[in-house]
């Protein structure tokens, strides 16, 4: 059970935080969430697809794996791929809102620790505070990855109301060669109309540029090469770097 709480250095001095990947720290996951501000690392790792709510809003994941638990970057306790994803590579850490300086002022975003979490420690790991009382370059690192994750799902919602209304975003089935005897199918996924994207005006292609979404556009479009990687990653076609 999480145990989230606002970080500080008066408590948390001696904090640290384990390093690695793998199933005790979360990271067995076929599907993580994914925002457009860092579309441009994760499509060069992984698929980025998009999924529909039930309250008909699209969100943002990238696909790890093809069966549910299955990552096929994890290995020997480490995240084979040059970018993780934010929210995997956030650890125990997060935003939320508070009001610092009263009820009256407006609320701030202020990093919070999961003390619950496996990758706690007291004794080994990154220090979170320096002897001064000062974060450390690792929690500045951390700090700077939850802002990007924040921004970026604050701009998700435009991004996606702007790729719905140019006619962009498609349903697509993934039908794969896995190396079993039936393969794999996907369902339930979306992503970006290529042929659509070719026959954009030159106005709607300039507004979705002037909005910030023409270049997320084209990474979800180059990633799609992705799945082709981890189906050869899952059939053993490929090996890991």
Request: proline share 5%; charged share 25%.
């Amino acid at each position: 059970m999480a145990d989230v709480v606002l970080l500080n250095h008066a408590e948390h001095a001696d904090l640290r935080v384990l390093e690695g990947h793998g199933e005790a720290y979360g990271d067995a996951v076929n599907l993580v969430p994914v925002f457009p501000t860092e579309f441009v690392e994760l499509q060069r790792e992984y698929p980025i697809l998009f999924r529909e709510g039930e309250d008909g809003a699209y969100s943002a994941v990238a696909l790890l794996g093809f069966d549910r638990g299955e990552n096929l970057f994890l290995s020997e306790g480490r995240w084979r791929a040059r970018y993780v994803p934010g929210i995997q590579a956030r650890g125990p850490f997060s935003l939320a809102l508070r009001h610092a300086q009263g009820e009256e002022a407006p609320p701030e975003a202020m990093i919070h620790i999961d003390l619950a979490s496996p990758r706690i420690s007291r004794s080994e790991g990154h220090r979170l505070f320096s002897e001064e009382g000062g974060n450390t370059p690792y929690l500045e690192a951390m700090a700077a990855t939850l802002v990007r994750l924040h921004d970026g799902a604050r701009t998700a919602p435009a991004m996606f109301d702007a790729l719905g209304g140019a006619g962009l975003i498609q349903p697509v089935a993934l039908e794969l060669d896995t190396g079993t005897e039936h393969g794999h199918r996907l369902d339930g996924f979306f992503t970006i109309d290529q042929r659509r994207f070719a026959e954009l005006s030159g106005e709607d292609l300039s507004r979705l540029n002037t909005g910030g979404f023409l270049a997320a556009a084209f990474c979800v479009a180059a990633s799609f090469e992705n799945v082709r990687y981890l189906a050869d990653l899952k059939a053993g076609r490929r090996t890991l770097p």
